[in-house]
């Protein structure tokens, strides 16, 4: 059985290899975008079944991102999970409108991201990552 | 120069004086514009639609005397300077009105032209130069505001960075830690906290400086947020060998507040308080309904700490104040108490220091209960031709999945509530505030003088406005509508009309909770 790969959309490449580090523990496999264009063309190249998206990036932002993979039917549907370190409500709701299907603050908890992409890509949750 | 118009109201009484005035102006060599009215209420009437440069006071009028004057036509043109006009022996109330605001005074008799032109022209000037500075000022707290969010949201970035990496080693993913090392990483796990909630605390101070502090005001459960609080410091308080106990009746009414902030709060001051309590020592949390003002819980958190000197109680709640000398530790950013007070005062409370017990200090604020008798007066209090009965219709909704974004559940609701809104008969129907649940769940209630067949109807109503949202919705939700009949008791009619309104009160709040409590599948 394959597996699941999480597209992972941040700027700063220290994010990226701690949640690779992490998503690799956790059995998922990893590939990386650090602008906004990059992450259409990676959506595309590597066809992700999850991505975990940050808000501020350069060659064009969070939005613009979910903006363009919602307008291709192929890509809305893939799951997205923002994570940002912004908590303004204005975004929240404006991630969500968006098409985002969770809103996490940095630095979001293990198990909650985790619950998260469980729950989003039908995979047995671990017990004790449930709350 | 001599081009130049200067508009002037002159507010004058007596015929005599005005005249003299207007013939000063006149001899200046600027262009002074005279309006003249007799009264008060004339120059309000004129400044209602009219800024003249500067305004002429006479402070005895047939329609209004003194001081009272002076604040009546400041409060119709603010920022216009104002120049009094005062009898002889009047200089206490010249220099009192130079306290409210006036830019000067003259003392009519001794007027001259050269004077009276120097005056206007120096209270002209002066206000201008203080609005200037009000402005430049006002625009350095933006700055500073603008400057903290920017910092705060910075800090997050190398924040989150740690984080991550101390529980990849700390879970071992690089290898398996040693007891100490472990026990050496959970003192970093333990300051990252402290410090992401400073982070917290300086976001949360350019808000409330800039007036955008949020508050989601809800029907809140105070001992749901008590017992949050509790398991949020409870670690700290065992750490330090304090004794923490919570006292909450259980039938206490719901607040109307908001309940994530009612945390913040407690979880405020009971960390404050168990920081200042020595080993050994004992913090305690009390909530109760406010004895003959039934609008109100007070809270009370309760230590056996050093105290406060009561020359400190007002202060400590002031921003970036610390008392000086308190316990060698740390100190913290000094923004808690404000942010508490704050939060409270924007749910309509009060936070107060109450320094009667001989050791320690107490922490009491309050939060405002939603008075659902007097939501359901005027519904109950229709007579003519309404039914004997009050129909509680309640909306629920959930997602088979989870929610995943707070906002999709929050825009759930809204639509859900503006939906219940539109079925809604102005005199007879009335849409409760959110209730705070624990569940997954998201609820809307209506209640209505209705009976059954009316309720039906409603329902209809109801169920029609979610199915044609339906289609849009982005997320899938499910929901189902569901009502409760509450029959007047026998001679109900003849009840006074506020013992009505507190009987049906009591069952409505009962029924909202029972609804509230029950998990969903249990009702399927």
Known sequence: ?????????????????????????????????????????????????????????????????????????EWACIPIIVLSARDAKTDRERAGKAGARYYMQKPAKNEVLLGAIHRLLGDEVPSNYEH | MGHEKIQVLLVEDNPGDARLMKVFLAESSANFEVTHTFRLSEAKEYLAHERPDAVLLDLGLPDSQGLATLRATR?????VPAVVLTGLNDEELAVQALKEGAQDYLCKGTIASNLLIQSLRYAIERQRLQAETEQVRLQQIALKDEFLSHVSHELRSPLNAIYQFVSILSDGLAGECNPQQREYLQIITRNLAELQSMIGELLDVTRAGAGKLSVDLQLTSVSQGVEDAMNTVKGAAEAKGVCLTADVPSNLPRAYADPSRLRQVLVNLLGNAIKFTPAKGKVSLKAWAVPGESEMLQFAIADTGSGISPEFCERIFERLYQVAGTNGGRQGLG?????????????????WVDNSSKDGSTFCFTLPVLSLPTLLAPILSQESGASRSLALIKVELWSPGGWTTEGTRET?????????????????????PK????????????????????????????????????????????WCVDVRMIPFADGAEKWPKEELSKKMANIVQNELEEWTRVPRGDKL
Not at chain 1, 3 to 15: E, N, Q
Not at chain 1, 26 to 50: M, S, V, W
Not at chain 1, 51 to 66: A, F, N, R, W
Not at chain 2, 75 to 79: F, L, N, V
């Open chain 2, 435 to 478: 209730v705070e649940v624990a569940g997954d769940s998201e609820f809307v209630f209506l209640a209505a003088r209705a009976d059954v067949k009316g309720a039906e109807v409603i329902v209809r109503r109801i169920k029609g406005q979610l199915q044609r949202n339906e289609a849009e919705r982005r997320e899938q939700a499910e």
């Open chain 1, 1 to 73: 059985m394959s597996r699941k790969r999480i597209l992972i959309v941040d700027d700063d490449p220290d994010v990226r290899l701690g949640l690779h580090v992490r998503l690799k523990a956790n059995d998922y496999e990893t590939h990386f975008a650090a602008d906004g264009l990059t992450a259409i063309c990676e959506a595309r190249k590597c066809q992700p079944d999850l991505i975990i998206l940050d808000l501020g990036l350069p060659g064009g932002d969070g939005y613009s991102v979910m903006e363009r993979l919602q307008k291709n039917p």
């Open chain 2, 412 to 432: 759930l609701a809204q639509e859900a509530r503006y939906a219940l809104g539109r079925c809604v008969l102005a005199e007879l129907d009335v849409v409760l």
């Open chain 2, 75 to 79: 409060k119709a043109a603010p920022g």
């Open chain 2, 335 to 351: 923004l808690g108490l404000y942010i508490c007070r704050e939060l409270v005062a924007k749910q309509g409370g009060r936070i």
